[in-house]
């Protein structure tokens, strides 16, 4: 079992509609998890954060974290074109050594069709 | 805002050949990490450094050497270039804390190997 799967799509959804990328991870200790956007031939970047259970908004995106059922997921409202890209799962899974490592999911391409 | 800064950007390299990767951050952060991509298998570890003087190996560390010279600077070296080693590399850097700071990145090096 790999550390964070994703579904690697393509996800292919319709202008306005929402889109729902989902993320699983193996570490039941895993403390925070992050979801990164990235265009073809650039590098990723930050889109959103969440360390708690429950929902977090940032304007169209909101991620969703339950531990108990090892998932996290991120839903983008009003779906653009522009989203279209491969959005990455990545998690910081906590070593008995001290300090963290960060596991990235293979990504789920996403295409928004106008 | 110069954030992390990665040098070259694209190098065609012939098989036994050896090369530096160089990355350089501007924002005070204590790790610094070196990723490769490759199609359809997210980004993978190669070493990552959690402070000045330190260094460790990732998930996919062998062909390749890391150099943490001072707290800005982390460069990744292969020795002997094989083809298996073309891929895209992402250098990244994270802020201190207690694990949950985002990454940010690098533009990247395309790296080809013939």
């Known amino acids: 079992q790999k550390e964070v799967e994703q579904n690697s799509g393509p996800l292919s959804v319709p202008e306005g509609a929402i889109a729902s990328l989902n993320c699983t991870y193996s570490?039941?200790?895993?403390?925070?998890f992050f979801w990164y956007r990235q265009y073809s031939g650039k590098s990723p970047e930050l889109i959103m954060f969440?360390?708690?259970?429950g929902d977090k908004e940032d304007g169209r995106f909101t991620a969703q974290l339950n531990k108990a059922s090892q998932y996290v997921s991120l839903l983008i409202r009003d779906s653009q074109p522009s989203d279209s890209a491969t959005y990455l799962c990545?998690?910081?899974?906590?070593?008995?050594?001290?300090?963290?490592?960060?596991?990235f999911g293979a990504g789920t391409r996403l295409f928004v069709k106008a | 805002n110069a954030g992390v800064t990665q040098t070259p950007k694209f190098q065609v390299l012939k098989t036994g050949q050896s090369m530096t990767l160089q990355c350089a951050q501007d924002?005070?952060?204590?790790?610094m990490y070196w990723y490769r991509q490759d199609p359809g298998m997210g980004l993978r570890l190669i070493y990552y450094?959690?402070?000045?003087?330190?260094?460790d190996k990732g998930e996919v560390p062998n062909g390749y050497n890391v150099s943490r010279l001072n707290k800005r600077e982390f460069s990744l070296r292969l020795e002997s270039a094989a083809p298996s080693q073309t891929s895209v590399y992402f250098c990244?850097?994270?802020?201190?804390?207690?694990?949950?700071?985002?990454?940010?990145f690098g533009d990247g090096t395309r790296l080809s190997i013939l």
């Open positions: 990244a850097s994270t802020g201190q804390g207690d694990g949950n700071q985002p990454q940010h």
């Open positions: 570490d039941r200790g895993s403390q925070s």
């Open positions: 969440i360390y708690s259970n």
């Open positions: 990545a998690v910081n899974m906590f070593k008995n050594t001290g300090g963290f490592k960060t596991i």
């Open positions: 924002m005070n952060h204590n790790s």
């Open positions: 450094s959690a402070s000045e003087g330190t260094t």
